[in-house]
């Protein structure tokens, strides 16, 4: 029997934007699907074809609780109150459960989600250097080579989640999170100059409220861009298989990048900065181009009338699977 703890900021599956619960969710369900008894730990909110215990009703988020921990420490309680039950125990919770795993003679392994090129996570991982973990890319793992690496598992989509795309569309797509790391400036710069439309389907954080107002607003007031918000699965499917190409001209180790392989299942072309995860996933001149900068991807825009959209989809399938994602994580 398998556990899977899930972080409670979004529901599993989020509503709207949230990459680790997704990640959970598309894990949670390939395994129930082929098989496997599993307990999803989780907000209640969340939709699972798992047996589902609820540390609260509803993701943290939509409450705007002022102090997730407690909230966490409680979903760690039930988890560990249930431990004897389970062949392994797979945290998504970063470092939180660190303390009480090392006490506790269970089977366990975290995947590790987020950046971890901050000094602060180095004493730490120092401290418990024997917790098994598993990074989501070679590019995350660099900040802590001596950590208890396992293995590395790319991130896997349900092959019917998205279809591929016939022809290119006529706009450029962002998608993701409003906030410094991300450049939207420079994904607003390269429709410009290229004449081309930017449809913006994105959220952005209370942290990073300030940057909007005082950095992009005054950018996207100047623009021919389209500011749409927030969009869950549904439209995110037509919004990115009907675009000409994905930008994502990042500024940060990115450990990852969902949005990659979404447009990789929908055939569209990325047009993606050196940075992080980026020349793992992504082949160039096959599922996108990889860019060093505006001229750069200038350039990648004028070659996409030659990309091929099924052979993207095609390697999509090869390797970003979630039956591959959930076959890799308990070998």
């Known amino acids: 029997m398998y556990a899977q703890v899930s972080p409670l900021y979004e529901s599993v599956p989020p ?15 390939e395994l129930v699907a082929q098989g496997h008894e599993v307990t999803l730990f989780a907000s209640g909110d969340s939709v699972t074809a798992a047996q589902l215990i609820a540390a609260r ?10 102090d997730p921990l407690p909230h966490h420490y409680v979903m760690l309680e039930e988890v560990f109150e249930r431990a004897s039950r389970f062949d392994i125990i797979h945290f998504h919770t970063d470092y939180l459960h660190f303390p009480l795993a090392r006490r506790h003679p269970i089977p366990h392994l975290t995947t590790l989600h987020g950046r971890l090129d901050l000094p602060d996570l180095m004493p730490l991982y120092k401290k418990f250097s024997e917790m098994p973990v598993v990074s989501i890319s070679n590019a995350q793992r660099k900040p802590l080579p001596r950590a208890n690496w396992q293995q590395t598992i790319y991130h896997g989509l349900p092959l019917e989640l998205y279809d591929c795309g016939e022809k290119p569309g006529n706009y450029l797509a962002f998608v993701g999170r409003i906030s410094p790391e991300k450049r939207l400036d420079r994904a607003i710069e390269i429709a410009a100059r290229s004449g081309m439309r930017l449809r913006i389907a994105a959220k952005t954080d209370a942290a990073d409220r300030n940057y909007m107002e005082q950095v992009i607003r005054p950018i996207l007031s100047n623009s021919s861009a389209e500011f749409i918000g927030e969009i869950g699965d549904k439209d995110k499917k037509e919004f990115l298989a009907n675009a000409y190409a994905l930008l994502f001209p990042i500024d940060w180790p990115e450990p990852f990048g969902l949005v990659i392989i979404e447009a990789m299942a929908c055939g569209t072309p990325i047009i993606a900065y050196r940075c992080g995860s980026v020349p793992e996933l992504i082949q160039d001149g096959i599922t996108g181009y990889i860019v060093d900068d505006i001229e750069g991807a200038l350039q990648a825009l004028r070659k996409i009338p030659a990309f091929d959209r099924r052979r993207c989809r095609q390697v999509f399938e090869e390797r970003f699977s979630a039956s591959r994602m959930a076959f890799f994580r308990y070998i």
């Open 15 to 29: 509503r709207t934007y949230g990459g680790t619960e997704r990640i959970v969710s598309y894990l949670t369900e």
């Open 57 to 66: 009703k509803r993701a943290l988020r939509l409450d705007n609780v002022f």
